[in-house]
């Protein structure tokens, strides 16, 4: 995947966040909304983890290159948790969100499916 493209998919995930958060907003929880807004970031870094671990893994992984990817792995768990730990005195409200914020990586993934699915991917 060329660097252009993973700017892309960053700014398309983060768009998918925004969007969000914007109708949480308007549709009155705001508290949501502002959880969506404080996972978002996470989801972005949680992105680029993966990606960077997987463009270093190759055509033939070795075990170097799959102990870097696990850590990774192991990272992006730590972050994600951090951010619901934090997120769970505020309410559940807030905490949904930011749960919405920290999956948002998984819509994308789900627009590339549906993209697939339908022969355009």
Known sequence: MRVEHQWG??????????????LAFVIGFRGAAAGILAGLPISLVNYYLVYSAMQGLGDRPGPRAAFRLMQRMMLRLVLSGAI????????????????????????LYFGDAVRAALGKG
Do not use: Y
């Open 9 to 22: 998919r960053l700014r398309t995930l983060a768009l998918i966040g925004i969007g969000c958060a914007a």
């Open 84 to 107: 619901l730990l934090a997120a769970a005195p505020l309410g559940l409200e807030v905490l949904l969100g930011a749960l919405i914020g920290v999956l948002a990586e998984v819509l």
